[in-house]
């Protein structure tokens, strides 16, 4: 009986590590990941990290987090910086090229794991959906607007403006 | 009351049962590895003495498995922590998910063992007893299932047996056995009835119905038991307000809390302590005083 | 003082064609122990049922009943319930809840007794029943016999001030059944209660009552001293039930003093010429029915053995008995044969054929079939015909056969005039003979008995006696495991032991008991010393008759 559970149990998480894929790679690995310089006549866009909201709403911020220091006190993860943009390239793909090459944590769900089919980001820099009052969590504009479509699915032209920003009422952002 | 077991079985079920259930409480919101480790000793020094060793290791690799299964878990669906051990599909697999994982399981774990010393010490009868203080017909309606299942169980395969005889079971296939397990569950359902029947005939006879019932006490609140009941609850309610100060919180994203345990919450622990390790304390001093006793003779 | 009184005591049922108890009168003194005796059916039941006013069944009613002078419908619930306590037939459907101790207290909490009285009642109970240490069992785990001590005790926690008893033993083995006698004679002695007591089984009660009382159709016959009702009815077909040594002097004709007990019997058999009576072999068929070859068995592969190397023939058309006490493996080694559980060593060969080359279904259709202990596990249907009927069909009949078959199987057993009726309402015997039906309709020529002689009366008991020889006769081997040291003296051509998993000593039934000490015929320790080698009653009076004084 108690076998059985663990084999249960074995085979559910063997399964789960299976599906979720198996791409291994080490921390140096990880990082070690180039941005492109910039050459005149390359397309570019600019890419910003921000979660200044939580500023304004610092009473529901999740205790620990507050203490570890990962909330910078302007509320600025990454200025507004210039990045070259690859053919192809999606809002995602430029967010992952540019946490990788910053060091920046960064934690999503795969695209075949979310109920709309586009990547969904659930932290940068250790703040989380939630981390901020049960509404908040990380959004993205482009040129000022916040697009209908994931992350995943917004193909980048030529000099836009890309910036993350965590809101703290997801809701009202609207 | 359970002959086997010493000093705590033998206490009335309600503050048994009230401390168990205090400490499964406690442990199950509680975070702080410190207070987890007090409980997962605690409820396992206990469940020694209730079960012998030899059972308790002989479930060891149980045990074990579990937790570490759970340990692992926890990293790959946790990708939060500031330590990354390395990637996994572009998400980060932490030090600090790995740590939590083995937190949650010795709170999964700790949680387990004091549930497995609750159903050795509250028994059956011991159940039904408490039940039986607020739902007297509930009780007894328990009570008499109770007794049929095991008869029911046996009618069953007397009947059964009885049709393999006869040569009902022999026709291969999955349909003719069903029809045959089919015509036994019905001489079952007979049976069952007539004998119902005959129980309350015999019910009736022995004054059921006749007046006001009472309930026999099983067991009697004595002195020592109200004050293990004081002495639980006053621990109890002290570890609550430890838990309302943080004092069995710990943090483990996105990086651990500085310190295990800060010093102004080390009075909380010993409460906590004091409430885990009872039990076991009360069932070894028995025994040693046994021991000391039959020494002496 | 007279504590309960009946005067002319009539009952029918609203469905009944007549009376079921027809002009009773009868009145019990205060510590009296009464024994009402009758064949089933004769109304003991319903009289004892009709004492205790919650139980009285449906019905019209005629005459008085009067306890202590009161009449029984006028007393309360309450006191009821306390003053008469009642135990019945069934040790399972009587046992209500699931622990000891709660059985023992449930009585006192219907009555509302407080917590240090029950405490004080169930202790002192627990303690002269000598269950203290089961207390804390669950009521499941518990025997027949325990489970009735249990009913009694439990009677007794209400301090009745008298006890009814609806043949708490017939459901037991001798062992437990005699302990549940002396048990009974311990409470009537010791506390003086009146008790009166319905049994078939009369050997070990006739000596301990003050009265017996013998029904017949709903009347009193007979309601006087234990011995002179032996002395009064020693001709009539009731005394079959009676105790063997009341019968053997009867047989011979006795004068004086009717004996009751072995003591006795071997009192009046002491004048007798020494003799003895050449033991008859019966010359067997040389065919061998079945043979088991050094046979074990267990349940589990970690529980111990239970069969332990079982070695015997059983030749066609023999009847065999296999004797042996609670638990000694009786009724698995009758599951091996019957092919229900299997052995893990050895070799079992039905009818020259090894049984695992048996399929299921060959062998359960005319090869073997087995009456269980329990003879209501073989009903399923809702009336006895369909039951036959239906046993028929599985073995393939068609419907006209199957009347032809019915019919005569029913006459030839006695049962056509409860072919209509619901097996769950007929007598211990008639249920018995039934449940034979169904199986000697799948025409077996290895007859398996459990326990045959269980639940079933002196006279019942004779039928299945004459029924077993006849087909005997026809060449139907018959095997039979039972406690009953009578019935085994009586019936078999060859009788042996279970003992420790092995089958011992497989003899003649005279030779077996004339060996036996303990385990014999109450006949053959009565004539032991005077008659040699007689171990039923019938041997003891034949003998008897062509001996001087």
């Known amino acids: 009986m108690k076998k059985d559970i663990i084999a249960v149990f074995a085979v559910i998480l063997l399964f789960a590590v299976l599906i979720s894929g198996t791409e291994f790679q080490s921390v140096d690995e990880y990082y070690l990941t180039h941005a492109d310089d910039i050459k005149s006549g390359d397309k570019t866009v600019f890419v910003s990290i921000d979660c200044a909201d939580i500023m304004s709403n610092y009473e529901k911020l999740d205790k620990s987090l507050a203490a570890s220091g990962f909330v910078p006190q302007d509320g600025i993860i990454l200025a507004k910086t210039e990045y070259v943009l690859r053919e192809g390239d999606t809002a995602f793909d430029l967010l992952l090229r540019v946490t990788r090459y910053n060091k920046i944590h960064m934690e999503y769900q795969g695209a075949d794991k979310t109920a709309f089919g586009s990547v969904y980001v659930r932290g940068i820099n250790h703040i989380y959906e939630f981390s901020c009052g049960t509404g908040s969590g990380w959004r993205y504009k482009v040129n000022g607007e916040y697009p209908d479509v994931g992350a995943s699915k917004y193909v980048l032209s030529d000099g836009d403006t890309v910036e993350w920003v965590y809101t703290c009422d997801t809701e009202g952002g609207k | ?297 | 003082m007279e504590i309960l009184t009946l005067k002319n005591l009539s009952f029918t049922y609203p469905d009944g064609d007549g009376k079921a108890i027809e002009n009773v009168s009868l009145s019990v003194r205060e510590g009296e122990f009464v024994v009402i005796c009758g064949r089933s059916g004769c109304g003991k039941t319903t009289l004892l049922r009709l004492m205790k006013n919650e139980l009285a069944p449906v019905g019209k009613k005629e005459g008085e009943i009067l306890f202590r002078g009161q009449h029984a419908e006028d007393i309360d619930a309450k006191t009821s319930a306390g003053s008469i306590g009642f135990v019945a037939q069934n040790p399972e459907s009587q046992t209500v809840t699931d622990k000891v101790w709660h059985e023992l207290a449930f009585g006192m909490e219907n009555l509302g007794y407080d917590a240090d009285e029950m405490r004080l009642r169930a202790g002192e109970l627990a303690n002269y029943f000598g269950i203290t240490g089961r207390l804390h069992s669950d009521t499941a785990t518990l025997s027949g016999g325990q489970k009735q001590l249990l009913a009694l005790a439990s009677a007794m926690t209400l301090s009745p001030e008298i006890l009814l008893l609806d043949e708490p033993t017939s459901q037991l083995d001798p062992i437990a059944a005699s302990g549940f006698i002396s048990t009974l004679q311990r409470i009537n002695r010791e506390l003086g209660m009146t008790v009166i007591l319905s049994e078939h089984r009369l050997e070990e009660v006739f000596p301990i009552a003050d009265r017996v009382v013998v029904m017949k159709g709903g009347r009193i016959v007979c309601s006087d001293t234990p011995r002179r009702v032996c002395e009064l009815l020693g001709n009539d077909p009731i005394s079959a039930g009676f105790p063997s040594a009341a019968r053997i002097f009867s047989g011979l004709d006795g004068k004086g003093k009717c004996p009751l007990t072995v003591r006795e019997g071997r009192e009046f058999l002491s004048s007798f010429e020494k003799k003895s009576l050449p033991i008859e072999e019966k010359t067997h068929s040389p065919e061998v029915a079945f043979s088991m070859k050094n046979l074990w068995q267990r349940y589990e592969r970690n529980s111990p053995d239970i069969i332990k190397g079982a070695d015997i023939d059983v030749f066609k058309g023999e009847i065999f008995s296999l004797l042996g006490g609670n638990g000694s493996g009786k009724t698995t080694l009758l599951s091996v044969i019957a092919g229900i559980e299997k052995a893990y060593r050895g070799k079992l060969t039905v009818l020259g054929k090894n049984i695992k080359k048996y399929s299921p279904a060959e062998l359960h259709r005319g090869t073997v079939a087995m009456l269980p202990q329990d003879v209501s596990t073989v009903f399923i249907k809702n009336t006895v015909r369909d039951d036959l009927f239906d046993i028929c069909r599985a073995v393939g009949c068609s419907k006209d056969e199957a009347e032809k078959k019915i019919a005569e199987i029913c006459g030839e057993l006695s049962i056509t005039e409860v072919l209509s009726r619901h097996p769950y309402d007929l007598s211990g015997g008639e249920a018995q003979r039934a449940a034979l039906a169904k199986v000697l309709l799948t025409e077996p020529e290895i007859l398996l008995l459990d326990e045959p002689t269980k639940a079933v009366d002196a006279c019942a008991k004779r039928v299945l006696t004459g029924i077993l020889r006849r087909l005997a006769e026809s060449g139907v081997t018959v095997f039979a495991a039972t406690h009953d040291t009578e019935f085994a003296a009586e019936i078999s051509d060859r009788c042996a032991m279970l003992f420790d998993g092995s089958v011992i000593c497989p003899s003649c039934p005279q030779v077996f008991f004339r060996k036996n000490d303990f385990y014999t015929t109450s006949s053959s320790r009565i004539s032991r010393g005077v008659f040699e080698n007689t171990v039923t009653t019938e041997q003891v009076v034949a003998l008897g008759k062509g001996a001087d004084k």
């Open chain 2, 1 to 297: 009351m359970n002959g086997n077991y010493g000093k705590f079985a033998s206490l009335h079920p309600l503050p048994a049962a009230l401390h168990m259930l205090f400490v499964i409480f406690i442990t199950m919101f509680s975070q702080s590895p410190v207070m987890l480790a007090v409980s997962l000793v605690g409820g396992a020094a206990f469940l020694l003495t209730l079960d012998g060793a030899k059972r308790v290791f002989s479930d060891f690799w149980f045990y074990l498995s579990f937790f570490l299964l759970i340990a692992i878990t926890n990293p790959l669906f946790s990708h939060d922590g500031v330590t990354p051990l390395f990637f996994m599909n572009g998400n980060p697999v932490t030090l600090e998910a790995f740590l939590c994982g083995i937190d949650i399981a010795a709170m999964i774990l700790a949680a387990l063992i004091w549930c497995r010393c609750f159903s050795i010490i509250i028994t059956a009868d011991k159940a039904l007893f408490l039940i039986g203080g607020t739902a007297k017909k509930l009780a007894l309606v328990l009570s008499v299932s109770i007794r049929f299942i095991p008869l029911m169980k046996r009618k069953w395969r007397q009947i059964k047996n009885a049709q393999i005889a006869l040569g009902y079971y022999s026709e291969k296939g999955l349909v003719a056995k069903l029809t045959s397990s089919l015509r036994v569950f019905s001489a079952l359902v007979t049976w069952s009835l007539e004998n119902s029947v005959e129980t309350g005939m015999t019910m009736r006879a022995r004054g059921y119905g006749a007046g006001k019932r009472t309930n026999y006490a099983l067991c009697r609140f004595t002195a020592s038991d109200g004050a293990f009941t004081a002495f639980s609850l006053v621990l109890a309610a002290f570890s609550v307000f430890g838990m309302a100060c943080g004092a069995f919180s710990f943090d483990f994203y996105p990086r651990l809390s500085p310190s295990l345990i800060s010093s102004g919450d080390i009075g909380f622990v010993f409460a906590f302590a004091a409430l885990s390790f009872a039990p076991f304390i009360l069932e070894v001093t028995e025994a040693v005083r046994w021991k000391y006793l039959r020494s002496k003779i």
